[in-house]
């Protein structure tokens, strides 16, 4: 059933509307007993009002097409055709026809204009409706402007980039297999790399106090995390299925999930990770299928699993037998404080596979190789890879070498070194911004790693209010709402994440005070409104 719209023709739309989705029903689909869609969603499609969707339902009801029934929405009632209602009396459908003859956008008599776009808006899946926020769309938007600081994207300085060893590597590479490294690779990935991917892994463990032997056979190298968090949900996730998830969570995880039918479970992030205890609670009465968390500088607050609910998430895992996707982005990006083994490296060292953990270098690196890895128990590994091969068939090899060259060489280790260094440096330079600029109008955290500030503006000053506020001096953050699963409840709509990896140290001051300004504007407008509160409204009898 599709409906396309004159939006500049003589004829009402909720008319346009009602005749053609009359002409469908006539022509027999949707058949007797269907369902047309909801009214919000039908209008959200087509670009209009709710009211308009609900006019032209009324119309299809006037004529004995649909009725309303509880529970189950607009039903098709319509019969045998012989039963086809005439509404004007006259025997035939109202056919318009405007601009003397010209066909007008939409279906007319038995032709369709030649002119008439395809209505790609109704032919999209309901899968991309989780895909669309509103909010962090025009924070995105906003950072496309030239004069616009950015503090709301996630990645780390270009500045710091190691250019002339990238060169070198690929200059190399390409001499010395260029022509192998330019045809495919084993889906699972570039082996040497795999192996390099494990040394790195039981390194950083054995570091952490929980030695393990990684098989290299356990990993997948992939297009990014994000593709990872994609195959595994495809992989794990029917529709239907319950996900644990954090809140405040990652945005792109949550809509992957979504987008593979899961219901989401919200477990609370305070300043220890998340509230283990809470979900402790929640376990023996619902049943997940898998619990996803970020315990180490968690995105988007910063907090770090304590080392006491690590093993106990670990506990419950291997009690109610639930799988745990660990998502580590930004692990090597420790600037204070003790580094805690990963809840992977926890598992293996206890004999468990109940962990599956996922990881990338776009926060180590740079983001446009697009290489991370997952590292699962055989199983998984076996199905993922089959599930890849739908995707992409395997990785970028030439990416995957040159990622091999920085991990083998030592390379990562002395990027590490550098950036490591200085973004802590960058981290306090926004931390006194804020403090200078804005003062007690916004609080904010001081992690020990990781790439974000988390942030709360003061009570009455709200991110949605303060983004386009913020546009207008050429600064923009990442809105708190777009990182909670149910913002409808008015979670994170006093928080903000700001980057401070990205922008320079001189960036980091001009894009706080920015940012300052328009804060004291909305505090000077709370402030106006609290001296002249507006009048208490009296119902006219």
Not at 469 to 492: I, L, Q
Request: net charge neutral; charged share 25%; proline share 8%.
């Amino acid at each position: 059933m599709h409906v396309i719209l004159d939006r500049d023709g003589p004829v009402p739309i909720y008319l346009q509307i009602a005749h053609q989705i009359r002409q469908s029903i006539l022509d027999g689909e949707p058949a007797t007993g269907a369902r047309l869609p909801p009214e919000r969603r039908l209008a959200k499609l087509l670009g209009v009002n709710r009211t308009t969707v609900v006019n032209a339902y009324r119309e299809l009801a006037a004529d004995g097409l649909v009725a309303g029934q509880v529970g189950r929405g607009t039903i098709v009632t319509y019969g045998a055709p012989e039963a086809e209602p005439t509404p004007t009396g006259s025997g035939e459908w109202p056919r318009y026809d405007t601009n003397g003859g010209r066909l007008s956008g939409y279906l007319v008599e038995a032709g369709r204009s030649r002119a008439t776009p395809i209505p790609w808006a109704q032919l999209f899946t309901a899968t991309t409706d989780v895909m669309d926020d509103p909010l962090l769309r025009d924070a995105m938007t906003v950072s496309a402007r030239p004069d616009v600081i950015r503090l709301a994207t996630g990645i780390p300085s270009p500045e710091l980039y190691p250019i002339e060893d990238i060169r070198a590597i690929f200059d190399e590479a390409l001499g010395n297999a260029g022509q192998t490294l330019l045809q495919h690779t084993p889906t699972e990935g570039y082996p040497p790399l795999r192996d390099e991917l494990a040394r790195w892994m039981d390194r950083a463990a054995a570091a952490a106090g929980a030695p393990s032997s990684l098989d290299p056979n356990h990993i997948v190298v992939v297009a990014g995390s994000q593709q990872g968090l994609y195959l595994l949900a495809r992989t794990l996730i029917d529709p239907g299925d319950l996900v644990v998830v954090e809140s405040p969570t990652y945005l792109g995880a949550a809509q992957v999930f979504r987008a593979a039918g899961a219901r989401l479970l919200t477990i609370p992030v305070d300043q220890d990770g998340m509230q283990v205890d809470l979900l402790q609670e929640v376990l023996p009465r619902r049943r997940p299928k898998l619990i996803y968390t970020l315990p180490t500088f968690q995105n988007p607050s910063g907090a770090v699993l304590s080392m006491g609910r690590r093993l106990r998430l670990l506990d419950l895992a291997a009690r109610y037998q639930i799988p745990i996707v660990e998502d580590d982005p930004y692990g090597a990006l420790r600037y204070d404080g003790r580094t805690l083994p990963t809840l992977s490296a926890i598992d293996q060292a206890e004999g468990r596979a109940n962990v599956i953990y996922l990881s990338t270098v776009s926060k180590m690196l740079f983001p446009g190789f697009r290489i991370g890895w997952v590292s699962a128990p055989k199983p998984v590994v076996e199905r993922l890879t089959l599930m890849k091969q739908l995707v992409d068939l395997d990785t970028n090899a030439l990416a995957q070498r040159a990622v091999w060259a920085f991990f083998s060489r030592g390379l990562l280790d002395q990027h590490l070194a550098r950036v490591n260094r200085v973004y802590p440096q960058r981290r306090d330079r926004m931390l006194a911004a804020l403090e200078e600029y804005c003062g007690d109008l916004v609080t904010a955290n001081r992690p020990e790693g990781g790439i974000y500030l988390w942030c709360r503006l003061a009570e009455g000053i709200r991110v949605r209010d303060l983004l386009p506020e913020a546009a207008r001096e050429g600064v923009v953050f990442a809105p708190g709402e777009s990182f909670h699963v149910d913002a409808a409840s008015g979670r994170g709509r006093y928080d903000m994440r700001l980057n401070f990896t990205l922008p320079s140290e001189e960036e980091i001051d001009e894009g706080v005070r920015r940012l300052s300004n328009a804060i004291h504007r909305l505090a000077d407008r709370r402030e106006a409104n609290s001296r002249y509160p507006q009048p208490a409204l009296t119902p006219i009898v």
